[in-house]
Antibody, heavy 124, light 106 residues
Framework: EVQLVQSGAEVKKPGESLKISCKGS????????IGWVRQMPGKGLEWMGI????????RYSPSFQGQVTISVDKSISTAYLQWSSLKASDSAMYYC?????????????????WGKGTTVTVSS | DIQMTQSPSTLSASVGDRVTITCRAS??????LAWYQQKPGKAPKLLIY???TLESGVPSRFTGSGSGTVFTLTISSLQPEDFATYYC????????FGQGTKVEIK
C-alpha cells in the first residue's frame, strides 16, 4: 500500500526553528515528486513547493520562496519542510503529497496520494 | 502565475441532486487539471486528473470535463458522503488551487 506518513503535531514559539517530515512507503520513492501544501485554519489549499527525490530538484511557489526550505533524504524515503524562524502566521496544517508525472515527457505533476497532515501551532 | 477561480463558493443541495462546479483558469492549461475532495479534518483526496480521468476507486457519479480555460466537475446524483469541499488545481505551469467549493446539505 502506498503511504505517506507525516510527523506529529508541533507547538512552537515565534522565532524557533522547525523541521517536519513525510516518509513514503509502498512505492519507488525516487520515481515521484513530493509536494507540500499549506492549509490555514478555515481556509483553502495553497501549493508551497515540490521536490524530486531522484535529483533533489526543488521548486517553490513565489509565495513561499525564501520562507521555507524543502529537502529530502532518499536513503530513508523521507522529505522535509523546514522553517528557520517561525511566525504566528505559520500556524496551519501542512500536507505532503506524492506527485505523479504525466504527459509525453512526464513533466506535468498532480498529487495522487496525500499524507494525513501535520498541524503546526506557533504561539508565544 | 495562472489563477484559478471556482464557482460557486458554496452550493446547497439535496441527496440525489445533480451538482456542477465550475473552475476557470486565467489562461489556457490544456487539460492539466485535477479535482480533489476534502472532508472536515481530513486530507484532500484525488478524484479526477487530466480534466476528465477518474482516479481508481472513485465512484462513476463523478465526472470531469473541459479544456483550455473552463472546466466542470459534475456529481450526477449527490450522496450523503459527497458533502465536502472540492478544489480544482492546475498543474500546467507551476501549480495553483482554486479557492474551493463547499457542497452543503440543503
Amino acid at each position: 500500500e502506498v503511504q505517506l506518513v507525516q510527523s506529529g503535531a508541533e507547538v512552537k514559539k515565534p522565532g524557533e526553528s522547525l523541521k517536519i517530515s513525510c516518509k513514503g512507503s509502498g512505492y519507488s520513492f525516487t520515481s515521484y515528486g513530493i509536494g507540500w501544501v499549506r492549509q490555514m485554519p478555515g481556509k483553502g489549499l495553497e501549493w508551497m513547493g515540490i521536490i524530486f527525490p531522484g535529483d533533489s530538484d526543488t521548486r517553490y511557489s513565489p509565495s513561499f520562496q525564501g520562507q521555507v526550505t524543502i529537502s529530502v533524504d532518499k536513503s530513508i524515503s523521507t522529505a522535509y519542510l523546514q522553517w528557520s524562524s517561525l511566525k504566528a502566521s505559520d500556524s496551519a496544517m501542512y500536507y505532503c503529497a506524492r506527485c505523479l508525472g504525466s504527459g509525453r515527457l512526464g513533466q506535468y505533476y498532480y498529487m495522487d496520494v496525500w499524507g494525513k497532515g501535520t498541524t503546526v501551532t506557533v504561539s508565544s | 502565475d495562472i489563477q484559478m477561480t471556482q464557482s460557486p463558493s458554496t452550493l446547497s443541495a439535496s441527496v440525489g441532486d445533480r451538482v456542477t462546479i465550475t473552475c476557470r483558469a486565467s489562461q489556457s492549461i490544456s487539460t492539466w487539471l485535477a479535482w480533489y475532495q476534502q472532508k472536515p479534518g481530513k486530507a484532500p483526496k484525488l478524484l479526477i486528473y487530466k480534466a476528465s480521468t477518474l482516479e481508481s476507486g472513485v465512484p462513476s457519479r463523478f465526472t470531469g470535463s473541459g479544456s483550455g480555460t473552463v472546466f466542470t466537475l459534475t456529481i450526477s446524483s449527490l450522496q450523503p458522503e459527497d458533502f465536502a469541499t472540492y478544489y480544482c488545481q492546475q498543474y500546467s505551469s507551476s501549480w495553483m488551487f482554486g479557492q474551493g467549493t463547499k457542497v452543503e446539505i440543503k
